[in-house]
């Protein structure tokens, strides 16, 4: 499998490092992966913005940084403004489309779905905006499996919230079902 | 301030990881220091222990890891068996006295603390204990203080858990007071 190199990134409250958390103990308690999960705080933490790092492979990890991802993942406009210009060729770029505004041209997968909308819209709060986006990252990338993402929300999470995870979670992934066969 | 290189481990279920998160928060976003919190995850995970890393100091980080920590800190035997010996000489070992057993003799400043009993008797439930446990790290180091942790838990968590959560971080604190006191 592909080294992936997630660069997770939005503001406080989106669930950015919940669901950097989620990814990476997916990839290696249901997948047999190797993952490090990580969070830099800087200054700019206490200006709202949220960065989580995840690298999933198949051996070993020597550096846990990301420095460029091939995955790059923004969930407001301030986080892709921040963040973009770090991607490597040819990566993959998932944002919300209506949450985040660019206008840079760089060479990449741009996949633009409207999450967090369809989220209000079916479940009518925001707190599973995250799940949403790990559905995505499931269809778009090889990093993780839809199952193995499943078996972590149901052990994480209590009883209450499994549902809700669920339907988020296939919103997400059908959506980017959706973008991948067009 | 001396750099704090924090190793916390325990098993699933005790909340290391949003304790180690909360202690790099607080010293970030109210102390104005750097932090860096990571995850490994590597075959250990799927067995059920949970490590997570912490690093506070006053300028740059530029190894994320923590190879020696000078600061342990062990909720299970199974996690105080797996780390002790990379503790670094003279390095502070906080672990709960009723939850973990060892007969290692290293050079280290030992303290252990019934903190899961202390929350048990008081809250009777063990959902704050990794809350209190960071009430004695307050106390016992240097790399944050209780207000700053206090403000990260007021944020973070809903109203509804303020009152325990401010309850046990102050039992924890108390109790490593005593300690030191004594």
């Keep these: 499998m592909e080294r992936y ?72 406009s301030e986080a892709s403004n921040k963040y973009l210009h770090l991607i490597r060729p040819g990566g993959l770029f998932l944002y919300d489309s209506d949450l985040v505004q660019f206008d840079v041209r760089v060479d990449m997968r741009r996949k633009g779905l409207p999450m967090h909308r369809a989220v209000m819209e079916t479940l009518g709060k925001p707190q599973t905006f995250n799940i949403c986006v790990l559905g995505a990252l499931a269809v778009l990338t090889e990093a993780v499996t839809l199952e193995s993402l499943e078996k972590v929300l149901m052990t994480r999470f209590a009883e209450v919230h499994h549902k809700n995870n669920r339907t988020a979670l296939q919103l997400g992934a059908d959506m980017a079902a959706a973008l991948v066969e067009n």
Tied chains: 1, 2.
């Design 5 to 76: 190199r997630f660069l997770m990134s939005g503001s406080g409250g989106q669930g950015v490092i919940t669901m950097a958390i989620i990814l990476a103990e997916a990839a290696v308690i249901y997948e047999g992966r190797t993952a490090i999960q990580s969070q830099s705080y800087g200054p700019e933490a206490r200006g709202g913005a949220t960065r989580s790092d995840v690298i999933v492979a198949d051996g070993p990890i020597f550096f846990p940084k990301v420095l460029h991802p091939n995955c790059l993942v923004a969930l407001t």
